[in-house]
């Protein structure tokens, strides 16, 4: 499993963007990126994952460059309630989801 | 739909006593997972089930913790006994098929409390 490194934490006001990156200098070529937001006393929540490139849902965008070495998640006009630990994570689709979580990145938004 | 859901939200013991954790995976999940995160820590893959079969338990401490799924559906963790190093919230994750591992969906999980 390839190690993560990312900011341990982030701050912005509502209606910003946020862009969170993760460095992942040992991604193998079967691997995906994932990331997961949580909430205090909730489990983790999957937002987004991509391979390369650029990957775009309702929620987020993942931004992917070419050697693949470090990825961005984008939050867009943030609110107060996207105030959460966003964990960057990378491992092989067949590795059957065994996940290694790091610190994870806590986003705190203000008015 | 129902999400993953975790009995109980809240468990405190005392140190020596066994106490067994619950998780219902969202139905027709075939995919299992336990993790855990004790004070301070990152959250840790405990193990993986396949429907009933253990398809990975790397993460599983020691043999004081037992998982099992009888049927495939509902899951147990059962530590026994229970040791002051393992306080911590225990959260269960599901997941529908190997193509979509990377999609699980989390428990709200239980926190234990070893005293």
């Known amino acids: 499993l390839a190690k993560t490194t990312q900011p341990i934490s982030m701050d912005s006001y509502e209606g910003q963007e946020v862009n969170i990156t993760c460095s992942h200098n040992n991604i193998a070529t079967n691997d995906y990126i994932t990331w997961y937001q949580q909430f205090p006393s909730q489990g983790p929540r999957f937002i987004i994952q991509?391979?390369?490139t650029k990957v775009t849902n309702e929620v987020a965008s993942l931004f992917i460059p070419a050697d693949r070495k470090s990825s961005t998640l984008s939050l867009p006009r943030v609110s107060l309630s996207d105030t959460a630990v966003y964990y960057c994570l990378v491992g092989q689709t067949d590795s059957w989801g065994k996940f290694q979580f790091g610190a994870g990145t806590q986003v705190v938004v203000t008015p | 739909e129902a999400g993953v859901t975790q009995f109980p939200s809240h468990s405190v013991i005392e140190k020596g006593q066994t106490v067994t954790l619950r998780c219902d995976p969202i139905?027709?999940?075939?995919?299992l997972y336990w993790y855990r995160r004790v004070m301070g820590k990152e959250i840790k893959f405990l193990l993986h089930f396949v429907k009933e079969s253990k398809q990975d338990e790397s993460g599983m401490p020691n043999n004081r913790f037992l998982a099992e799924r009888t049927g495939g559906t509902y899951s147990t963790l059962k530590v026994q006994p229970a040791e002051l190093e393992d306080s911590g919230v225990y959260f269960c994750a599901s997941s529908q098929d190997p193509k979509t591992a990377y999609e699980q969906y989390f428990g709200p999980g239980t926190r234990l409390t070893v005293t």
């Open positions: 991509g391979y390369k």
């Open positions: 139905s027709g999940h075939d995919n």
